[in-house]
């Protein structure tokens, strides 16, 4: 099927938009590929914009059942982070406009505005293409967009750090979090600093966002010590910590940390940085969410 592996990655990167989710875009690019396995595709005049249509429309469907298994996650949800390397060929699609930042602002949205502003802003698919889509008349489509585009611009957060000074700062903060260096964490760190952990009640993480540079380096801090290490790697099914990595990887377009134990992806990490200072730290350590993927 060519055609179908010609457009995979454009597939999964529609998918993943939609969904913020890895294992959630898999299931739905396996569902379209069933779909076109059953079609005449001599038939088929445009097979990119058919197999967007059918990826898109599922999508939203199981969007609209993640959001109501999401409301009884245990603590935040964060989306899967994924990997942005510009040598990974089959994220290649996803490499713009994949931050977690945004992801998060898009899960504000109803499913239909989250389509729509994927669609357009990211695909930049004619207006009559996504109402056709979503089922939906022009003039509705237009409104849907404007309203998601309002509403992202309003929540977006400022994204004015360049590449090679995230990475920097990200390695500080590596290397601080593993030398037990609180001065320096909190050096790093905006007065106003939030951390928000997703462990999916699968995994030793915060339950509510923790503010403020002291309480967030405390609480870094604390996750460093023997007992609690222990414990942490426990509630993930392992017991040996004496294999604990750190690196740098490129996940979702920007520097992350990335911790490793024998060769399996623990916990990622992930940094918006404003004006110099680390605003906000994702932390991600359900298993079900780092699974898949590589150590840095």
Do not use: C
Not at 135 to 152: I, K, N, S, W, Y
């Amino acid at each position: 099927m060519p055609h179908f592996e010609e457009h995979r990655s454009l597939l999964t990167g529609v998918a993943y938009r939609i969904l913020g989710s890895v294992a959630d875009a898999e299931d739905v690019v396996q569902e379209a590929w069933l779909r076109w396995s059953r079609v005449d595709e001599a038939e088929v005049e445009d097979p990119r914009a058919y197999l967007v249509r059918v990826t898109s429309r599922l999508a939203i469907d199981r969007l609209r059942w993640a959001k109501s298994r999401r409301e009884s996650y245990v603590g935040p949800w964060l989306p899967e982070p994924i990997g942005t390397e510009p040598d990974v060929a089959e994220h290649a699609e996803l490499a713009e406009s994949v931050e977690l930042a945004l992801l998060l602002v898009l899960e504000t949205l109803s499913p239909l505005e989250r389509a729509v502003f994927v669609l357009r802003e990211a695909f930049d698919l004619p207006f009559a293409e996504i109402a056709e889509i979503i089922g939906r008349t022009e003039p509705a489509t237009r409104q849907l967009a404007r309203r998601a585009r309002d509403h992202v611009r309003e929540r977006r957060p400022r994204f004015d750090v360049d590449g090679e000074e995230r990475r920097r700062i990200t390695e500080r903060f590596i290397t601080a979090s593993a030398e037990g260096d609180l001065d320096g964490l909190i050096e790093l760190f905006a007065s106003g600093v939030t951390m928000v952990s997703d462990g999916g009640g699968k995994a030793r993480a915060a339950l509510r966002a923790i503010t403020g540079a002291r309480n967030v380096g405390r609480w870094l801090m604390s996750i460093n010590t023997p007992a609690n290490l222990a414990a942490f790697m426990a509630s993930i099914g392992l017991a040996d910590v004496s294999g604990l990595s750190f690196g740098v990887a490129t996940l979702n377009n920007a520097p992350a940390m990335v911790v490793s134990v024998e060769g399996r992806v623990i916990t990622v990490i992930s940094l918006l940085i404003v004006d110099g200072e680390i605003d906000t730290i994702y932390l991600i350590a359900n298993p079900d969410k780092v699974a898949h993927l590589k150590p840095a």
